[in-house]
């Protein structure tokens, strides 16, 4: 899953979620801003178990429904202390890859 992962982010490099920056902060005191294109592409992530959560989208129905979703691990050394920075990533594999997939708006149509 992790080679899709990776696959996806060559074909869309110029994709604008991916240009969101996060800030990873450790215990030590540092941080850095880093792109969220810059930290899937280097790899340094795992992919961590599925979860079942309730769904976060409004059903009509009494019942919630729960959905699996495999959460994005950060992991990175601190240049500093040695130390090891976690993360989780804001969107989970199942939504993101669908994000990756989408082509770019037409540039005559939203110039």
Known sequence: MK?????????????????????????????????YYDILASGEFNIGKPIPIIS???SESIYDET?????LIFL????????????????SLENLIPILQL???DPQMYG
């Open 3 to 35: 080679d899709i992962l990776v696959s996806l982010l060559e074909k869309n490099r110029n994709n604008r979620f991916l240009k969101n920056k996060i800030e990873l902060q450790c215990k030590c005191g540092h941080s850095e801003k880093i792109t």
């Open 67 to 71: 959905i699996n979703v495999s959460p």
């Open 76 to 91: 990175k050394k601190c240049p500093d202390c040695g130390g090891e920075i976690t993360s989780v990533f804001p969107v």
């Open 56 to 58: 976060p989208f409004i």
């Open 103 to 105: 082509q770019p708006p």
